[in-house]
């Protein structure tokens, strides 16, 4: 004990002690188990996150309620903070000051009883999630762990389904927004915090799931082992997680990233050099390119976050800056379906715009779409409402909205890119080589023409007809021609892309309003 401190009152002194009870250094073997799998404590995680001494804890003192078959001494020194560590903050403070980086931060802890869920720290959730919404706090939780625990004893239940943790992180949707960051294994209701949340960062070793191996075995589904019942080789493919990370100190680095998009604009900022988007496209028309450079271009230099990426990969959402300012974008990838915008894309880029639209993100939106997917496959994954919803969401948002067709722009899957039409963004601008149509221009010279052609008895005459027919289509669907009839409002030089968009967005932020509470963000 320092010497300063052995005046102090009793009552005091043991205040220190059980604070530092709470302490990584109170418990050396469980922290060392920990580092020795290869994780962080969830101490160390939150210290990582926030600003040096902002971390304003509720709850330290809690422990488990199982003081019927477990002393207090042993439930102070085991089960500090009842398994979860919550409390405010500031993050990004450097760049936002202290009022913009104001922060909610909840971790639950899996040294303590494998990161499951207590009574206590139920109501520790239930006390931040109401300060959340009273105070309009961003939130980052670190979700690792299982669900509700068959252990403790103090507390009489019989279902434990009144718990209004589940309900009020719910409810916090489309209010503020809210990172879930998850390292190893996550199920039950660890699972249901991550999946309610806006942003899901998961590292490699993460295995996510509605119900653990416990659960499974006890639904006479057999027995799978717990880095089986979800792995991220499923969970990143498949949409659950937005983006994967090589460990925790990525993750820690990777929710500060995606909270700042929340936190508003930044001071400084680099262009990259726009030259290079004069010649990025191939020449020639069918052959497919790689749209994210066009989005690094176009971006700050270092703020593009590509989110859900291996997840219908024909859609590409990322979050950004440009001069500053956050922004979302939307693209079509020709590396994949040419670009068509199927079922699961719809799925992606309409929970995007509703993100974007609940916080106040303006969306960008890159167009080189041949239209929706069509086909009996097609159909088969529910296209039709899937499809719309899309259509829906784009017209749905408040935010300033600029899209810019940069190769073809075709049918309805150009309009549900534009919120649903070309008259719906702030700027619709083109690329000199962009053409526009009702669908895709062969197809349309083939269902237009098909009496003729059908009259032509040469095939290769017959192809020769369509290949000229075709030619004609697309010297009338340049960009050009439409904007000449005014479809579009300008066809512009691509090296001044980034500067009429960022043009727009500066006039648009003189009139526009604050970001709205939506109904909610949807969680797919």
């Not at 309620?65 to 020194?77: G, I, K, M, N, Y």
């Not at 490699?204 to 019942?229: C, F, H, K, N, R």
Request: glycine residues 10%; negative net charge; proline residues 6%.
């Amino acid at each position: 004990m320092p010497e300063a401190d052995a005046d102090l009152p009793a009552d005091h002194l043991e205040l220190l002690r059980r604070r530092a009870l709470t302490e990584d250094e109170a418990r050396p073997q469980a922290v060392e188990r920990r580092h020795a799998a290869g994780g962080r404590t969830a101490r160390e995680n939150i210290a990582d996150l926030v600003d040096s001494g902002s971390f304003l804890e509720y709850g330290r003192f809690t422990i488990a309620a199982q003081r019927a078959r477990r002393s207090v001494e042993d439930l102070t020194a085991n089960t500090p903070a009842d398994g979860l560590i919550a409390g405010t903050a500031r993050v990004n403070g450097d760049l936002f000051g202290p009022e913009r980086s104001a922060c909610a931060v909840l971790s639950y802890d899996y040294t303590v009883l494998a990161g499951t869920q207590g009574v206590f720290g139920h109501h520790k959730k239930d006390r931040l999630f109401e300060l959340i919404e009273r105070m309009r706090l961003p939130a980052v939780f670190f979700a690792e762990g299982g669900g509700g625990r068959p252990g403790d004893t103090d507390y009489p239940t019989v279902s434990s389904l009144e718990v209004r943790a589940f309900k009020l992180w719910a409810s916090l949707s489309g209010l503020v927004p809210r990172i879930a960051v998850v390292k190893g294994r996550c199920f039950a209701g660890n699972a249901v915090i991550a999946g309610c949340s806006d942003l899901i960062v998961a590292t490699a070793d993460t295995s996510i799931g509605m119900g653990g191996p416990a659960m499974i075995a006890g639904g006479g589904l057999g027995e799978v082992a717990p880095d089986d019942v979800g792995p991220i080789s499923v969970q990143e493919p498949n949409g659950v997680v937005d983006v994967v990370v090589p460990d925790e100190a990525a993750a820690v680095a990777t929710a500060k990233r995606l909270l700042a998009y929340f936190q508003g604009p930044v001071a400084e900022f680099q262009a990259p050099d726009q030259l290079p988007l004069r010649t990025i496209l191939p020449e020639r028309a069918r052959r497919a390119y790689p749209v994210n450079p066009i989005i690094e271009t176009l971006a700050d230099v270092d703020s593009v976050t590509f989110l859900r990426p291996r997840f219908a990969p024909e859609m590409v959402t990322a979050l950004a800056r440009i001069e500053g300012r956050p922004v979302g974008f939307i693209a079509n990838n020709t590396m994949v379906m040419a670009g068509a915008i199927t079922a699961a894309a719809s799925d992606k880029a309409a929970r995007f715009l509703q993100l974007c639209d609940a916080f106040g993100l303006p969306v960008i939106s890159l167009v080189d779409c041949p239209g929706f997917m069509v086909g009996p496959d097609a159909e088969s994954a529910a296209l039709v409402r899937r499809a719309s919803r899309m259509l829906v969401a784009g017209a749905a948002l408040e935010v300033p909205l600029v899209a810019v067709i940069l190769r073809r722009g075709y049918g309805l899957g150009a309009q549900a890119m534009t919120g649903g039409s070309m008259r719906e963004p702030l700027l619709t601008a083109a690329w000199p080589g962009a053409h526009l149509g009702p669908m895709g221009l062969e197809g349309a010279v083939r269902l237009g023409l098909r009496k003729e052609l059908d009259a032509i008895a040469d095939p290769e005459e017959r192809e020769a007809r369509v290949r000229a027919a075709t030619a004609a289509a697309q010297e009338n669907a340049k960009a050009l021609n439409a904007a000449a009839i005014f479809e579009i409002d300008d066809v512009i030089d691509p090296a001044e892309t980034r500067s009429l968009i960022a043009a727009t967005l500066s006039a648009a932020a003189l009139h526009e309003r604050g970001p709205r509470r939506t109904r909610f963000v949807d969680t797919w």
